[in-house]
């Protein structure tokens, strides 16, 4: 019993898989050929089935955005940590130099092997952010609020911890 059991569960498991891969080709085939035929042959079940369709849909509709999200979640981790290997730092810097002329400069530290040896490079960009409405909405805050005129930010940091809470938002979810 109990082994017929397992066989069972295992076959509503795949059909569960099947039924959200297939999920759009489903639908399809129920529009095109299911719908028509019962209108055909018991149009009195009709509005019943298309219903039932409706009420599936509700639950696999939110399944399969999940996995969609899950999935597109797991490459960008992947590229993530590959860029992780090379990239060692990206610190963005907000600076005011004159009143509503602030100064942000880029500074990207790296790694990179030169005759099979790692070294690293670090390189800086700046450029002039005109309009206080161009500025980050953190940083214009802490200016405003508390007056702060130079602002860090580690955007590695801030993009580890944002993949971290997103993996732990999607643990949860799913």
């Known amino acids: 019993m109990p082994f017929l059991q ?5 076959l509503i498991i795949v ?3 099947v039924a959200l891969t297939f999920w759009n080709q489903i639908l399809n085939w ?3 050929t299911l719908f028509p035929w019962i209108r055909d042959n018991l149009p009195g079940l009709e509005q019943y089935v298309r219903h039932a369709f409706a009420e599936v849909h509700k639950v696999v509709g939110p399944i399969r955005r999940n996995l969609i999200t899950l999935k597109q979640f797991t490459e960008i981790e992947g590229a993530w940590k590959m860029l992780r290997h090379y990239l060692l730092k990206v610190l963005v810097q907000f600076e005011l ?3 509503y002329q602030w100064v942000k400069r880029i500074t990207f530290w790296a790694t990179r092997k030169l005759e099979s040896k790692p070294v690293v490079v670090r390189k800086e960009v700046e450029e002039i952010v ?3 409405d161009s500025l980050p909405d953190d940083v214009r805050q802490k200016w405003l609020k508390l007056g702060q005129t130079t602002q860090d930010i580690d955007m590695t940091k801030v993009r580890d911890d944002e993949l971290h809470e997103g993996k732990l938002e999607l643990t949860m979810t799913n």
């Open 130 to 132: 005109k309009d206080v």
């Open 97 to 99: 130099n004159t009143q």
């Open 6 to 10: 397992v066989i069972l569960a295992f």
């Open 15 to 17: 059909t569960v898989a």
């Open 30 to 32: 129920a529009d095109q």
